[in-house]
């Protein structure tokens, strides 16, 4: 394998993001955790449908396909199909993923493609200049609604584990390292990779992810999961998470009796989704928001599935050319 | 046993099978079908039945059809009006008491003639009782008492009982026509295999039917219809819809490509689904998406990866499908869609045939959006058109739409079976690793790009639905380049017309009069100016298989008659395309928008007027 850098990654196009928006720090993770991978350049390929984070591709110097509103999953899904060898990057936003596109966003987490989606979560819509999302906090006043919204907004993780998501990570925008180690975990997961990527539109929503980004907080306000590691966080490091009862709980180890021992330990592979859903809706103030990879559990893929029947069928198949298909069944013949 | 009877010899006979949509009428058709397939007729047929699963039963709305045209002459149309008629219940005999031939003989199960029955289908009184089929040949049968009698002993319960009276009147049928049972026989071995007792059941109750056919004195005569004088070969019987996918299967093994059809259930296109998911052996990758969008994404997905890429759909799944079409086109990449078109708008008539969708495969997207645009014209040809939508989108890198019907669809001829090297080369045009690629760079001639596949090392580029740069396929918004693409795009498609056959033209090359159609129309077209030629008329057939672009030769064609007329099943839509290609002739029409195809009669009715003035 021939050594590739981030440079190799990079394609001669101008980037065209605002100024300060948090797409660039998610572009600069990708071309430097590609080369990582054990993978060629050709075999990247980066699909993505309609949105400020759909420009992606563009910027990538890979193979790549921007494509129409909220449909990239089935496009992804048709390449990884038709080239089970090749490493499939879905990038999309809020709007993109979960509005126009919402019902290819499902199936593809049921299905399980082994795909990498990554969906720039900024809660509002950026391209067309500033109206809420389907993730845009509810009462948020937009140019759309300018009395405030009375939607409920989605909540990814929901959503995902619901349609039987077999990977869900989430990454902050600010956190470039996090980003780069949760891409690899994504290509090594083998199924649909979701990862909710936290990031801030400067122009139309800024700040909306500050109470977990915000340097002054963000020792107390997230919470890296790693598999088999304690639930630990904070700025002294002594805060974790318990189960009372039925709920999560932050303590201080060291108060009330409470050690080390008393902490939950991350368990991602864990087949039963509740634990996965309450620490991914874990918020400040009460909570940390939780980043790394929240869920990773095994689940055939629907490209192995696919392929799987294709070999079977060939080997066990009455025939094997079109021509002999053609004559099959009931024929008779016409005398000159 | 074998009585005497008189046996007439007939060139062709229409045979129409209706009854409750549960009756198993569409499989006694079908299984005639076969028999008469492999006694050497030339035969067409066009099943007819309700959207509804189970409707009402004993209901017009209810009634399920199955017509089939069998001859020892050339056979183009499943034939206007029913020489013989099985009618199952009263409702079967309403829905079709207009499309009998007068004289004819029908066969009704007059067990099903209560006063219950009568009133399901909208009967005061029973129409066998009064005059209103006078004249007919009424077989009044006591179809449902004589299947119950035959299998008194069988062990079997009532409902499979009830279920093989359709094979009561198929044996019937088969008396008439001379036919023998054995192929029938074979189906039912194998059709229910692991069930014996129902196979013996459904051969007693045929031969129960048939014997009673022999019996009785109310049948006057049997009849035979002899071998059609076909071309030698090997033949089979396909439908529409099985040849298109079958044309699919050759074009992608020529090709030396994948093929994947990323497709949605709709009626009446799900058989191509249905028949490409059978042959993963041949390496088919078939995807049954979430809806219409994700189903022609997804086939766009696979195209960019190298794919022969297809997806099959009918009138409101095309429309669901624009805005993907306008991605093809934008990006230039290969992609086959199947519009097997149905009775519209919106849902319309799912089960009915119509030729309505043509503006839409035409014009139906955002922005100057051209595409090639093909229509098959019989159930058999199905396979040459899916053969050559492959072909032209591969080598020139371009969307086509297929345009099919529920008539073609579901109808079925027999076909002399071809071998794929029968069938032309195809090279699709493709970088290779090494080649210095401009992802816009175009064929000097046919102006096609070449595809770079994923893949291939060093080739790696962008594509996307935003105006593409000449050349280059960088994004460009430049107001010239925009307009440049444009005009591409446009004269691209219209440099095919170069390579493609000229339009033929059935009877003189010029007269009186030019019937002009396109796609299925071409059998009762065909039949009706055969007709009216041997009795000496001045007409002529000129029928479209390719629409955009039309054969280059069009032109001279339409100007060497006194009077053209255009022949659909819409409201014109064809005629009017025609008059945008070529102002200043002026088209006649001849329209029908009933969900039904048209009968030889009342086109050789108008064409008669036409002659006349």
Not at chain 1, 241 to 249: D, P, R, S
Not at chain 2, 49 to 55: H, V, Y
Not at chain 2, 110 to 127: M, Q, R, V
């Amino acid at each position: 394998m021939e050594h590739l850098t981030n440079k190799d990654f990079t394609s001669d196009q101008e980037v065209r993001w605002c100024p300060g928006c948090g797409d660039y720090t998610i572009l600069r993770a990708m071309q430097k955790a590609l080369p990582q991978l054990e993978k060629k350049k050709e075999d990247f390929v980066f699909i993505s449908g309609i949105g400020c984070s759909s420009r992606f591709p563009y910027y990538m110097n890979t193979y790549g396909f921007h494509t129409i509103h909220g449909r990239a999953p089935a496009f992804a899904t048709g390449v990884k199909l038709a080239n089970p060898n090749l490493s499939v990057w879905q990038i999309t936003g809020d709007g993109d993923a979960l509005a126009i596109g919402g019902n290819h966003f499902i199936h593809a987490l049921r299905r399980n493609i082994d795909i990498n989606i990554l969906l720039f979560n900024n809660e509002i819509y950026g391209l067309t200049k500033g109206q809420f999302s389907p993730t845009s906090q509810k009462g948020i006043k937009t140019k759309s609604n300018p009395h405030g919204t009375t939607d409920e907004p989605f909540s990814i993780s929901d959503l995902s584990i619901g349609a039987q998501g077999s990977f869900f990570a989430r990454a902050v925008d600010t956190n470039p390292k996090l980003m780069q180690q949760l891409f690899r975990g994504a290509e090594e997961h083998r199924g649909t990779s979701l990862i909710e990527i936290l990031q801030n539109c400067v122009i139309f929503n800024d700040k909306t992810f500050a109470s977990i980004t915000a340097k002054e907080v963000k020792a107390d306000a997230q919470l890296f999961l790693e598999d088999g590691k304690p639930m630990i966080f904070g700025a002294e490091g002594n805060k974790g998470i318990i189960l009372n009862g039925l709920k999560l709980e932050v303590v201080k180890i060291g108060e009330n009796g409470i050690t080390k021992k008393d902490i939950l330990v991350h368990d991602a592979k864990e087949e039963d989704p509740t634990l996965h859903t309450m620490l991914a809706r874990m918020r400040p103030p009460e909570f940390p928001a939780a980043l790394g990879i929240i869920r990773k559990v095994s689940r055939p893929t629907f490209n192995s599935g696919m392929l799987a029947q294709l070999e079977y069928e060939k080997t066990n198949a009455k025939f094997k050319t079109v021509d002999e298909l053609l004559k099959s069944g009931e024929t008779w013949e016409v005398e000159g | 046993m074998e009585k005497t009877t008189k046996v007439v010899d007939l060139e062709k006979v229409v045979i129409k099978f209706a009854g409750d949509s549960g009756d198993g009428m569409q499989l006694a058709g079908t299984q005639f079908t076969d028999t008469s397939a492999l006694l050497g007729n030339d035969l067409a047929t066009f099943p007819d039945f309700p959207a509804e699963i189970r409707a009402p039963q004993g209901t017009v709305a209810g009634v399920s059809g199955f017509q089939i045209h069998i001859g020892r002459i050339d056979i183009n149309t499943p034939g206007d009006i029913a020489d013989v008629l099985v009618a199952m219940n009263p409702a079967a005999l309403k829905a079709n008491k207009n499309w009998i031939k007068k004289g004819g003989a029908i066969i009704v199960n007059i067990d099903s003639f209560t006063n219950k029955d009568l009133e399901k289908a909208g009967y005061e009184t029973s129409p066998l009782d009064d005059n209103s089929f006078e004249g007919f040949n009424i077989i009044q049968a006591p179809i449902t008492k004589l299947t119950r009698e035959t299998l008194k002993d069988s062990g079997l319960d009532g409902k499979s009982v009830g279920r093989s009276k359709n094979m009561f009147a198929l044996g019937i049928v088969y008396w008439m026509f001379n036919r023998p049972m054995e192929q029938t026989e074979k189906f039912l071995q194998n059709k229910f295999a692991k069930k014996p007792e129902l196979v013996a059941a459904n051969i007693k109750v045929m031969h129960a039917g048939y014997n009673f056919a022999n019996t009785i004195e109310a049948l006057p005569s049997s009849y035979t219809v002899l071998s059609a004088n076909l071309k030698a070969g090997t033949y089979r019987n396909v439908m529409g819809n099985q040849a298109i996918a079958w044309g699919f299967l050759a074009a992608a093994e020529r090709a030396h490509k994948g093929l994947f059809l990323g497709s949605y259930p709709i009626t009446p296109a799900s058989d191509i689904l249905h028949e490409l998911a059978k042959h993963k052996n041949l390496g088919v990758k078939t995807f049954q998406a979430e809806d219409e969008i994700a189903g022609i994404c997804a086939a766009i997905g696979a195209s960019f990866t190298g794919a022969l890429a297809i997806t099959t759909t009918s009138g409101p799944g095309f429309a669901l499908k624009a805005e993907a079409l306008g991605l093809a086109v934008m990006t230039e990449l290969p992609l086959v869609v199947v519009d097997v078109q149905r009775g519209g708008p919106s849902t319309g008539l799912p089960t009915k045939t119509e030729q309505s969708d043509l503006m839409q495969a035409l014009y139906g997207r955002n922005g100057e959006s051209p595409v090639i645009v093909l229509a098959s014209s019989t159930p058999a040809n199905c396979f040459d058109w899916a053969y050559m939508a492959s072909k032209i989108t591969l080598e020139h890198n371009t969307p086509v739409v297929l345009l099919s019907d529920g008539y073609l669809g579901n109808g079925a001829e027999p076909w002399r079976i071809k071998s794929i090297q029968d069938m032309p080369s195809i090279k699709p045009l493709l970088a290779m690793e090494g080649e210095e690629y401009q992802p816009y760079a175009r064929d000097k001639k046919t102006l096609a790009r070449k595809l770079a596949l994923p893949g291939t090392k060093g080739l790696e580029h962008r594509l996307g639905g935003l105006e593409k740069e000449d050349i280059t396929g960088n994004v460009s918004y430049d107001p010239e380049n925009h307009e440049k693409m444009c005009y591409i795009r446009v004269e691209k498609i219209r440099r095919i017309a170069e390579l493609i056959p000229k339009q033929e033209v059935f009877g003189g090359k010029e007269g009186d009069v030019l019937v002009v159609g396109w796609g299925g129309t071409h059998g009762s077209l065909y039949s009706a100016v055969d007709n009216l030629q041997k009795e000496g008329e001045s007409i002529s057939l000129c029928q479209f298989n390719y629409i955009n672009p039309l054969p280059k030769n069009t032109a001279d064609i339409l100007n060497n008659y006194k009077t053209i007329v255009v022949c659909e099943l819409n409201s014109g839509q064809f005629a009017n395309y025609l008059r945008i290609n070529f102002q200043g002739i002026i088209f006649n029409q001849y329209n029908k928008i009933q969900g039904f195809p048209f009968t030889t009669s009342e086109l050789e009715a108008h064409f008669k007027s036409l002659l006349k003035k």
